[in-house]
T-cell receptor, first 117, second 111 residues
Framework: KAGVTQTPRYLIKTRGQQVTLSCSPI?????VSWYQQTPGQGLQFLFE???????NKGNFPGRFSGRQFSNSRSEMNVSTLELGDSALYLC????????????????FGPGTRLTVT | KQEVTQIPAALSVPEGENLVLNCSFT??????LQWFRQDPGKGLTSLLL?????REQTSGRLNASLDKSSGRSTLYIAASQPGDSATYLC??????????FGTGTSLTVIP
């Protein structure tokens, strides 16, 4: 099976612009999560989607948004970019959502390196 | 809010040594705990997943244990190799869907 793919791999934007990142999960996986990784804050959860619905959201401003399509592919959008948004954005997929009796392994993509100047 | 701590933050060992990485978490009501490795500038590679009902998991030279009551997990690496050099992260999934990650342990194995 192909792994999680993310496009683009590298991106340079200027302050005030907006950006859209894309994630294609492993075939058959229905849950997609997004994370932001920075040297100062480590890995922070952005949001999780399952069956085209946002199931959980981290503590990020409304400039960060996402969506999931019927084929489970997901996009995240950041509007009005700030210098502090420079980070590695990671996408992870899993077969489903964790529940009381079952939980699923997460598989990560290579990330999109966003630089805001 | 779940807090995840990893100690030590950095570790340097000679090749061939056995080593233990530690992960502690504050809320024991978790679905699972997952260990990852991350190479510089790259994504995360899953190493081991321990369900909340399990005590340990093994894969090759790796063994991970979970003690929910004390909020601790350890990752044991046997006979370390230079290729094991990476940052190791643990993540816990409490009952609420979101994963919480530790800050990682940067491991260097010296040939």
């Amino acid at each position: 099976k192909a792994g999680v793919t993310q496009t683009p791999r590298y991106l340079i934007k200027t302050r005030g612009q907006q950006v859209t990142l894309s994630c294609s999960p492993i075939s058959g996986h229905r849950s997609v999560s997004w994370y932001q990784q920075t040297p100062g804050q480590g890995l922070q959860f952005l949001f999780e989607y399952f069956s085209e619905t946002q199931r959980n959201k981290g503590n990020f401003p409304g400039r960060f948004s996402g969506r999931q399509f019927s084929n489970s592919r997901s996009e995240m959008n950041v509007s009005t970019l700030e210098l502090g948004d420079s980070a590695l954005y990671l996408c992870a997929s899993s077969e489903g959502l964790a529940g009381a009796t079952i939980s699923y392994e997460q598989y990560f993509g290579p990330g999109t390196r966003l630089t805001v100047t | 809010k779940q807090e995840v701590t990893q100690i030590p933050a950095a570790l340097s060992v000679p090749e061939g040594e056995n080593l233990v990485l530690n992960c502690s978490f504050t809320d024991s009501a978790i679905y699972n705990l997952q260990w990852f490795r991350q190479d510089p500038g790259k994504g995360l590679t899953s190493l081991l997943l321990i369900q909340s009902s399990q005590r340990e998991q093994t894969s090759g030279r790796l063994n991970a244990s979970l003690d929910k009551s004390s909020g601790r997990s350890t990752l044991y690496i046997a006979a370390s190799q230079p290729g094991d050099s990476a940052t190791y992260l643990c993540a816990v999934r409490p009952k609420g869907y979101q994963f919480y990650f530790g800050t990682g342990t940067s491991l260097t194995v010296i040939p």
